[in-house]
């Protein structure tokens, strides 16, 4: 079932198909190993790397030694993030290091305000997505969860926006449902739920809201046995996806039977 | 035994029973325990002692080192943490007493209720393992440390985590070494850099390594070879062919700070932070100063990052607001030798057929651990050297990241 449902299904971004709607981060990983295995189990096909913490692969690097030949060895597609960076200048000399370096026109554009909320800043953020779409960059906003800034970033030509649940790191979930469902109605690019996922069920109710995919890194790498989370992730994101698709029942006040009791033998 | 070397043969070639490449701790450790089991050695290194040697805080600290996930590690770190106090007095009683072992315990502490609850839950893992980590109520951890932030959210007794002063021990072993080098023997510490291993047939990296090429030109003729140059195995010409020596540079950015008078001690205990998710230490000298540490990073930047000092002395505040008053008088940062499973790359290598190549022994990788793990490391080659293989040790073999070598099934 999960195999058909992800061939059948898949999220399409800049016209490139991906299998799964499960997007990886990789900060906070224990071990290489580990995090190879985690990535693995939660079969994403995209994984997101923060260009300011990680070196660059070397030019002709022969050795299976680094992150990045990880995601090559595994297939996983790089997503370069501009996470650390503070300002639209700083961002957009990250994105062009991640160009460069990964040879990919994608970047996660993370501008952030500070470093106690780590919280989106809204006006260097507008102003780093209209230059690096400028600049030919597809751009992956993460966002604050407010419905009129996403589509705003739309409109600058973000190829998909990327809300938070809650602020990085802090497994508290989706703190305000109702704008992230605001922001899905609205949008014409993929809704890509970013940050704040504490378990499974954070990941399957995004889904259900109507998002795109899930991201998330911490919910996993930093999980006791970040594996079996992975696994876990990986049909929270099914099961919320076909959930969303298949129609819920109304609540109601009252119960209701789920056989009518009319026409039944008296045994 | 015969071996075929670059011509023309130099006069200054050098022979010896065992030849070390690289003198940082676990190269150091290793030329020593070879040395007191009767071996001639020589260390080939540059500058020894100025790797991650230099910069580590040097904690003997297999239990508060415990992570999720890597407890097949924990019978390695163990069994050399037991080894040190022996290891320690057998230098002493050389006359080299000077290594900053210190037998005071570790704290674990916590600052806010998220960090609660997490040392909670890894004392529950450490537990399980049938290690010691006690509770402490706040106010009994600041019984035993006054400088203690009152406002702490745990604090967990550790009290067989212990220290070394890694740059004493690293000069003390140096020290050592050379006053015991055979007698005339001018050539037990080379100052140069080991570029290529040499092989008993030059054209097969499997047969019997049998030398060393340096960087001046000389070769170090030699019945083992011990690779333990860090970060550097992987550059080294003539490993055996199919090998792969999985290497990252991890770096790390630490602090050295001068407790004033009126401040002292500012702790007795290693103190070992988790500050809203963020791990710091503060480990105290004998000397009067502290250690706070340390950053990690996978940036490649050698030099030492503003963003971590910043981070670690605004951290290492909250477990002791006093460290505001210190004075910053070093900050270091270096590579640690990262491997894909965080365990060391310790022991000899398959060669295709199922038998190992003769004469040639690893010893990298140790991460993190490389101070802990000296004397386990040291024990263990010696070992090999003796012909004896303990099978408890066959998960950290060095070629078990190399598919072409077909590494024996691990137990």
């Known amino acids: 079932m999960t195999q058909t449902l992800t061939q ?260 | 035994m015969s071996c075929t070397v670059p011509d023309p043969l130099n006069a200054h070639d050098l022979s010896t029973d065992v030849a070390v490449i690289g003198g940082g701790i676990i190269g150091l450790g290793i030329a020593l325990q070879a040395q007191r089991a009767g071996h001639s050695v020589t260390l080939i290194d540059p500058a020894p002692g100025t790797g991650a040697t230099f910069a580590a805080a040097g904690m003997l600290a297999p239990v508060s080192e415990l992570h999720y996930q890597e407890e097949n590690l924990l019978p390695l770190t163990l069994a050399s943490a037991a080894l040190w106090p022996g290891f320690i007095q057998a230098l002493a009683e050389d006359g080299y007493p000077e290594t900053g072992f210190r037998s005071t315990p570790t704290l674990a502490l916590g600052a806010d209720a998220a960090d609660r609850t997490a040392l909670a839950d890894l004392r529950e893992a450490q537990t399980r393992q049938g290690l010691d980590v006690a509770p402490l109520t706040i106010r009994e951890a600041r019984k035993r440390e006054p400088l203690l932030s009152p406002n702490l959210g745990a604090a967990h007794l550790i009290a067989h985590d212990h220290q070394v002063d890694p740059r004493a021990v690293a000069a003390a072993i140096e020290a050592r070494l050379v006053a015991a080098g055979a007698e005339g023997q001018d050539h037990t510490v080379v100052r140069a850099r080991a570029t290529a291993l040499l092989h008993e047939d030059p054209f097969d990296t499997r047969s019997r390594t049998c030398g060393v090429l340096l960087d001046d030109g000389r070769v170090v003729r030699a019945r083992e070879v011990v690779v333990a140059n860090g970060m550097g195995a992987a550059g080294l010409g003539g490993l055996p062919e199919g090998l792969v020596l999985q290497l990252r540079p991890v770096h790390g950015d630490i602090l050295r700070l001068r407790v004033p008078a009126h401040l002292q001690p500012l702790c007795t205990a290693t103190l070992r932070g988790m500050v809203r998710g963020l791990p710091v230490y503060v480990v105290p000298r004998n000397d009067g100063t502290v250690v706070i540490g340390a950053s990690s990073r996978e940036d490649g930047s050698a030099g030492v990052n503003a963003g971590s000092v910043h981070q670690l002395l605004r951290d290492a505040q909250v477990l002791l607001p006093a460290v505001a008053e210190l004075e910053l008088i070093e900050t270091t940062a270096r590579a640690r030798p990262g491997t894909p499973d965080n365990a060391p790359l310790l022991g000899r290598v398959a060669a295709s057929d199922g038998t190992e190549v003769p004469g040639l022994v690893i010893a990298t990788g140790f991460f993190r651990h490389g101070v802990l793990l000296t004397p386990i490391a040291a024990l263990i080659t010696t070992q090999l050297l003796a012909g004896v293989r303990d099978p408890a040790w066959d998960r950290f073999r060095p070629d078990r990241f190399s598919p072409a070598l077909q590494p024996q099934e691990i137990p």
């Open chain 1, 8 to 267: 059948t299904d898949p999220l399409v971004i800049d016209g490139i198909p991906l299998g799964s709607r499960l997007i990886m981060g990789t900060g906070g990983a224990p071990s290489l190993d580990g995090l190879g295995a985690a990535l693995v189990a939660s079969g994403t096909e995209l994984t997101t790397v923060a260009m300011r913490r990680y070196s660059a692969p070397a030019a002709g690097s022969t050795g299976g030694t680094n992150l990045f030949d990880l995601l090559i060895e595994n297939n996983i597609r790089v997503l370069p993030n501009t996470a650390g960076c503070f300002t639209a200048r700083e961002a957009l000399m990250t994105a062009e290091l991640g160009r460069e370096a990964l040879e990919t026109d994608w970047v996660k554009l993370e501008v952030i305000a500070d470093e106690h909320t780590l919280l989106p800043d809204a006006v260097e953020l507008v102003e780093a997505t209209e230059a690096l779409v400028a600049r030919g960059f597809k751009v992956f906003a993460y966002t604050n969860d407010d419905p009129v800034l996403a589509l705003r970033l739309e409109q600058l030509g973000a190829a998909a926006v990327m809300p938070l649940g809650a602020p990085i790191g802090t497994g508290l979930g989706i703190l305000n449902p109702h704008n992230i469902e605001l922001i899905v109605s609205r949008a014409s690019v993929p809704v890509i739920l970013d940050a704040g996922i504490g378990t499974a069920s954070d990941a399957a109710l995004a889904m259900e809201l109507g998002c795109d995919a899930v991201l998330l890194a911490s919910a996993v790498t930093r999980a006791q046995d970040p594996v079996a989370m992975a696994q876990a992730f990986r049909h929270a994101v099914i099961g919320g996806r076909l959930a969303a698709q298949a129609g819920r029942i109304p609540r109601r006040t009252h119960a209701l039977a789920s056989s009518a009791m009319e026409g039944r033998p008296d045994l």
